[in-house]
């Protein structure tokens, strides 16, 4: 306990707030700069900081970024992620997105919130374990990661190479108001397309419209919802949701009287624990008639109560004098990867409101960020323990 407390003290908030304004200021939306310049960043920082980073290429151009404290096995790895969503048009922003503008103990910018706001603090937490206590008797793995945004490209790299193994635990440093989320939805990436064939458009009894099908198909997919909602729900993560996204049928550019040989509608489907993936697809592949292409599967997760990992996350709320609430996670995070493939128990918690990632003019509240660092070093010291 007293040990916990020496790590939380040992978090310095001027080094943190200035490495979170240093991360805002660098662009790493994809496609775009990417996460290179964010990378080549910190591993400069955590070098001149007496750590030896090592980058993995998730994907070509697209770098995670390691670091260690301390050896061995039984450790905790220490999640992020390095890249962030597009501003979208800066005439929109009060304040410019790559700016850090600090005003009402708040800083602005793209990724403040989502999450460079919780990388920083993880980074301010690890540094404050090596200033406390030096090399700790379990590992401390910060994986600074690519893609989340994405497809993940990052965690799978991550996990498929190997740099999870010997690891007991992961805290994922997503804005989810300090809650310590133990839930999380799964999520289901989909293509469904239907055939038709081309004819003009005066005379469609010489084709097929595959369109109808299409918007038929969407149609019904509200009554499959409303069904699944009945049976399927979940005290801190909600409903399931089919949620159609897209809707392509052309036949070409300025082509608008030419019946299209095909529409495609993709689809974003959120589901809940006690809802089968693959019985699902089969029952929307039923439903459609069509082919359904599976893009991403990302099942839904769930780390137990008595977890030590859990323990630990709740001992270093109390133990700063904060509150202790549970929560889910509404979307997936690189922590469905780390638990569904690596078999790691998984708390997300973060600093930052749960609704501000991707807006315009995102923020985070400086001093939930330094508290965040100071809740992560405590947790470490309790988990390694």
Same mark, same amino acid.
């Given at each position: 306990?007293?040990?916990?407390? &020496?790590?939380?003290?040992?978090?310095?908030?001027?080094?943190?707030?200035?490495?979170?304004?240093?991360?805002?200021?660098?662009?790493?939306?994809?496609?775009? /700069?990417?996460?290179?310049?964010?990378?080549?960043?910190?591993?400069?920082?955590?070098?001149?900081?007496?750590?030896?980073?090592?980058?993995?290429?998730?994907?070509?151009?697209? /770098?995670?970024?390691?670091?260690?404290?301390?050896?061995?096995?039984?450790?905790?790895?220490?999640?992020?992620?390095?890249?962030?969503?597009?501003? !979208?048009?800066?005439? &929109?922003?009060?304040?410019?997105? #790559?700016?850090?503008?600090?005003?009402?103990?708040? =800083? #602005? !910018?793209?990724?403040?919130?989502? +999450?460079?706001? !919780?990388?920083?603090?993880?980074?301010?937490?690890?540094?404050?374990?090596?200033?406390?206590?030096?090399?700790?008797?379990?590992?401390?793995?910060?994986?600074?990661?690519?893609?989340?945004?994405? +497809? +993940?490209?990052?965690?799978?790299?991550?996990?498929?190479?190997?740099?999870?193994?010997?690891?007991?635990?992961?805290?994922?440093?997503?804005? $989810?108001? @300090?809650?310590?989320?133990?839930?999380?939805?799964?999520?289901?990436? =989909?293509?469904?397309?239907?055939?038709?064939?081309?004819?003009?458009?005066? +005379?469609?009894?010489?084709?097929?419209?595959?369109? /109808?099908?299409?918007?038929?198909?969407?149609?019904? &997919?509200?009554?499959?919802? *409303?069904?699944?909602?009945?049976?399927?729900?979940?005290?801190?993560?909600?409903?399931?949701? =089919?949620?159609?996204?897209?809707?392509?049928?052309?036949?070409?550019?300025?082509?608008?009287?030419?019946?299209?040989?095909?529409?495609?509608?993709? @689809?974003?489907?959120?589901?809940?624990?006690?809802?089968?993936?693959?019985?699902?697809?089969?029952?929307?592949?039923?439903?459609?008639?069509?082919?359904?292409?599976?893009?991403?599967?990302?099942?839904?997760? $769930?780390?137990?109560? $008595?977890?030590?990992?859990?323990?630990?996350?709740?001992?270093?709320?109390?133990?700063?004098?904060?509150?202790?609430?549970?929560? !889910?996670?509404?979307?997936?995070?690189?922590?469905?990867?780390?638990?569904?493939?690596?078999?790691?128990?998984?708390?997300?918690?973060?600093?930052?409101?749960?609704?501000?990632?991707?807006?315009?003019?995102?923020?985070?509240?400086? *001093?939930?960020?330094?508290?965040?660092? *100071?809740? #992560?070093?405590?947790?470490?010291?309790?988990?390694?323990?």
């Amino acid at each position: 306990m007293e040990k916990a407390l &020496l790590a939380a003290e040992a978090v310095d908030e001027k080094e943190v707030v200035e490495l979170l304004r240093a991360l805002v200021r660098i662009p790493s939306h994809y496609p775009g /700069p990417g996460e290179e310049g964010v990378v080549a960043f910190l591993e400069e920082y955590l070098r001149e900081r007496g750590f030896r980073p090592f980058r993995q290429e998730a994907a070509l151009g697209r /770098p995670n970024l390691v670091a260690d404290l301390g050896e061995g096995e039984g450790g905790l790895i220490l999640e992020g992620h390095t890249d962030v969503v597009t501003p !979208g048009p800066e005439s &929109l922003w009060r304040y410019p997105p #790559y700016e850090g503008v600090v005003e009402g103990g708040r =800083l #602005y !910018g793209r990724g403040a919130c989502d +999450m460079k706001g !919780g990388l920083a603090a993880l980074i301010g937490a690890l540094l404050a374990v090596k200033r406390a206590l030096g090399q700790p008797r379990h590992p401390l793995r910060l994986a600074a990661l690519a893609d989340e945004e994405g +497809m +993940m490209l990052g965690v799978k790299a991550f996990v498929r190479g190997g740099l999870a193994r010997g690891f007991r635990g992961a805290l994922v440093a997503e804005p $989810e108001a @300090m809650e310590v989320c133990l839930w999380q939805k799964g999520a289901l990436r =989909l293509s469904l397309r239907f055939p038709g064939r081309m004819a003009h458009g005066a +005379m469609p009894y010489a084709g097929e419209n595959p369109i /109808p099908k299409a918007a038929r198909f969407i149609l019904e &997919l509200e009554s499959l919802q *409303r069904e699944l909602q009945e049976v399927h729900s979940h005290p801190f993560l909600g409903l399931p949701y =089919l949620t159609p996204t897209r809707i392509l049928a052309t036949a070409g550019e300025g082509q608008l009287n030419v019946i299209p040989a095909e529409a495609e509608v993709a @689809m974003d489907v959120r589901t809940v624990p006690g809802l089968d993936h693959e019985e699902l697809v089969a029952r929307i592949q039923a439903l459609a008639g069509t082919q359904v292409e599976v893009l991403e599967d990302r099942p839904p997760v $769930e780390t137990p109560r $008595e977890d030590p990992l859990v323990q630990a996350a709740e001992e270093a709320l109390r133990l700063l004098g904060l509150p202790v609430r549970h929560g !889910g996670v509404p979307g997936a995070t690189d922590g469905t990867f780390l638990q569904a493939w690596a078999g790691l128990p998984v708390v997300v918690m973060g600093p930052g409101g749960k609704t501000l990632p991707h807006q315009v003019d995102e923020w985070v509240d400086l *001093r939930e960020v330094v508290q965040a660092a *100071r809740v #992560y070093a405590a947790l470490a010291v309790l988990y390694l323990g």
